[in-house]
């Protein structure tokens, strides 16, 4: 790790945004990108058809618990979402079942796949506590629910959605279910024969600490049967050095259970701190933290830390757009875990936040309804409503 002038090693709090790469990932992908650069793709392609393809499928296979011939790469898993539903064949007597924790880019795709097929697209509604409510799903599933997303971890959040409950009410009915689990793989188990989930998406940079711009997608022999008859959806490779880089990345991967236990205290180091309020809905959390201050913005709070060593991020309101515009949300501070974070770090962020907090001033914000007037007109017909089903007009 880099030293910081305020003395000691940087403390990476920010493994849901970018992991930090094993050297031998990060030695591989140097390599291969050099060796691409030099000598020509050939080379690289070789490589990975004869070593990497067969190891990489293993690694993904037993990650997922999923058959190596269900999973494939992309450049992430937005990408692949996208890619994958773009094709489905819906109606407009369909419906899609979403969550007020979806991100920017899956709504974004869904919404596209509503206006192509002019499906309803509806989000499920939450409990008083955060949770989503799986009695209101229970009682209003039927055949005419064609799709059902749902993220695992959001982006803006930590909530822990209950992906295996929701894949057992899911099984007897026609519906296609689909989890992003960009922001959980690599910091909780993912199990796709439990999920009972026709897709899966995952990026490779963020707890699996792979390089960027590659992720992949487990799919059932069920959505695939259902795309056969419109085409393959288009192939969004990751370049090959990404590839070999990912591979030595999962060689190195451990599980990190320790991960959650060193979550609790990281939510007692922001609660300790003067003036935080953790966004933490739900009775589940994972090692996402977020919090906001009564007085510094986000963008503050992240310099102000930086500049003492200690790496986090600032999530905004339209990463999460359905569910933190609702609660008057702009910008948050979000903090992430990977199992190679010590209780010193911890320490350490704690004393630097509240550092911060006691010699920071506070800068004029705007209101999240103001914000997101100006990059989406139309986004506030997507602001959450406590427990009330939204429906999007088409």
């Not at 979402?81 to 407009?92: D, S, V, Y």
């Amino acid at each position: 790790m880099m030293a910081t002038p305020h003395g000691g090693p940087r403390v990476h709090l920010d493994t849901a945004g970018l992991g930090r790469m094993p050297a031998t990932a990060r030695a591989a992908l140097t390599e291969w990108t050099r060796r691409d650069d030099r000598h020509g793709p050939h080379e690289l392609e070789e490589y990975l058809e004869d070593v990497v393809h067969d190891t990489l499928g293993a690694r993904l296979a037993a990650l997922l618990h999923a058959p190596a011939e269900d999973t494939g790469l992309f450049t992430g898993a937005a990408d692949a979402f996208a890619a994958l539903t773009a094709r489905l064949p819906l109606g407009p007597g369909d419906r899609i079942w979403t969550t007020p924790y979806e991100g920017f880019a899956q709504l974004t795709a869904l919404y596209a796949l509503r206006d192509r097929t002019r499906c309803a697209l509806d989000v499920i509604p939450l409990r008083p506590d955060g949770d989503l409510d799986l009695e209101w799903m229970a009682a209003h599933i039927d055949d005419s629910v064609a799709l059902v997303s749902v993220t695992h971890v959001p982006a803006g959040c930590g909530i822990v959605n209950p992906v295996e409950d929701i894949g057992r009410m899911l099984a007897p009915h026609r519906c296609l279910y689909a989890v992003d689990a960009s922001y959980s793989v690599g910091q909780l188990p993912v199990d796709v024969s439990r999920t009972g989930c026709d897709l899966l998406t995952g990026d490779g940079w963020r707890f699996l600490r792979g390089p960027q711009n590659i992720g992949f997608a487990y799919t059932s022999p069920r959505l695939r049967h259902a795309l056969s008859p419109h085409g393959a959806p288009p192939r969004l490779s990751p370049h090959g050095a990404a590839v070999v880089a990912l591979d030595a990345a999962l060689a190195e991967h451990r599980p990190g259970a320790r991960d959650l236990e060193q979550a609790g205290r990281l939510r007692a180091a922001v609660e300790a701190a003067s003036g935080t309020e953790l966004i933490a809905p739900g009775r589940l959390q994972s090692a996402v933290v977020t919090f906001r201050h009564e007085r510094l913005s986000a963008a503050q709070i992240r310099r102000g830390l930086a500049a003492r060593g200690v790496v986090v991020w600032k999530t905004v309101a339209q990463e999460t757009p359905l569910y933190l515009p609702g609660r008057d949300v702009t910008t948050a501070v979000r903090a992430s875990l990977h199992h190679d974070n010590s209780p010193q770090d911890i320490a350490r962020f704690g004393e630097a936040l509240c550092d911060v907090l006691a010699s920071e001033r506070p800068l004029a914000r705007l209101r999240p309804v103001e914000l997101l007037a100006q990059r989406r007109p139309a986004v506030h017909q997507m602001a959450s409503a406590g427990g009330k089903l939204l429906r999007f007009p088409a």
